[in-house]
């Protein structure tokens, strides 16, 4: 089964950019969709973005629409996740999941890294 492992998280300042991998194990993604997600304390978690192996079609929240773009890099089973013009209400842990729906009882997680947005 496949495994994932998420990392590149920081502080960062408003404005700011970072960019977070997935780093898959154990299988290659080309069979699997790769979504990034993030929890805020206090709040449930949301669907930033997916990538779907599939046909390479692309999902974004409005909330992150032009300043986050997520890639695959096939040679390094890896998917990433730009994240430019950074806010402060950008700021969770991020999760990566072999899935675009975060209740697929099917998906393997990674164990999510902290991004924060601070001055």
């Known amino acids: 089964q496949v495994q994932v492992v998420e990392s590149g998280g920081g502080l960062v300042q408003p404005g700011g950019s970072l960019r977070l991998s997935c780093a898959a194990s154990g299988s290659t993604l080309d069979y699997y969709a790769i979504g990034w997600f993030r929890q805020a304390p206090g709040k449930e978690r949301e669907e930033v973005s997916c990538?779907?192996?599939?046909?390479?079609?692309?999902d974004y929240a409005d909330s992150v629409k032009g300043r986050f773009t997520i890639s695959r890099d096939n040679a390094k089973n890896t998917v990433y996740l730009q994240m430019n013009s950074l806010k402060p209400e950008d700021t969770a842990v991020y999760y990566c999941?072999?899935?675009?729906?975060?209740?697929?009882?099917?998906?393997?997680w990674g164990q999510g890294t902290q991004v924060t947005v601070s001055s």
């Open positions: 990538f779907r192996s599939s046909d390479g079609s692309t």
């Open positions: 999941a072999t899935a675009c729906a975060g209740n697929n009882p099917l998906a393997s």
